[in-house]
C-alpha cells in the first residue's frame, strides 16, 4: 500500500514590491529635506570674527530686513514689546535676551529694541552674529 506524500506548497516572497515602496520613500525623504528650511523668520545676521557660541536661548527677539519685530517668533510691534517682553522675562530664571537682527536694519531700530529691553529689565543683551566660519 502506498500513501500519497504531500505536496509541499511553494511558497516564495516577492520583494519587488517593497523594493518600489522603499525607493519612493527614498525620493520623498530626498526632496522634502531639499526644502526644509528654518523657521518663517528670514533674516541675515552680520558676520563677526570674535563672536562667541551662547547655547541657551531663553527669549530671543528677531528683526527682519523690513523692520518687523518677533519675540520668540511672535510678531510684536515696537508698542507692545516692552510689556509682552516684561512678561516673558518675569517668566524665566536666565534674564538674557538675544536680539537676532537682519544685517540691513536701521540702527536706530535696533537702539529703540535694546532700550526697551533694557527697560524690561534683561539683565544683558545678547547680539547674534554669524562668524567667518558659518559664511563658508
Not at 79 to 99: A, G, Y
Not at 119 to 129: F, P, R
Amino acid at each position: 500500500m502506498e500513501f500519497e506524500r504531500r505536496k509541499k506548497a511553494d511558497t516564495q516572497i516577492n520583494i519587488a514590491p517593497l523594493i518600489d515602496v522603499v525607493f519612493q520613500l527614498l525620493i520623498f525623504f530626498a526632496l522634502i529635506s531639499h526644502f526644509v528650511t528654518d523657521a518663517g523668520i528670514k533674516i541675515t545676521l552680520p558676520i563677526a570674527t570674535t563672536a562667541q557660541v551662547y547655547t541657551q536661548e531663553n527669549i530671543v527677539i528677531f528683526i527682519t530686513e523690513d523692520n518687523l519685530i518677533y519675540l520668540n517668533n511672535e510678531p510684536v510691534t515696537l508698542d507692545k514689546l516692552n510689556e509682552k517682553l516684561s512678561i516673558k522675562i518675569n517668566q524665566t530664571k536666565e534674564k538674557n535676551v538675544i536680539i537676532k537682527a537682519d544685517e540691513k536694519i536701521d540702527l536706530g531700530l535696533a537702539v529703540k529694541v535694546m532700550d526697551i529691553a533694557k527697560q524690561a529689565k534683561a539683565e544683558s543683551l545678547i547680539i547674534s552674529t554669524k562668524t567667518a566660519k558659518d559664511v563658508n
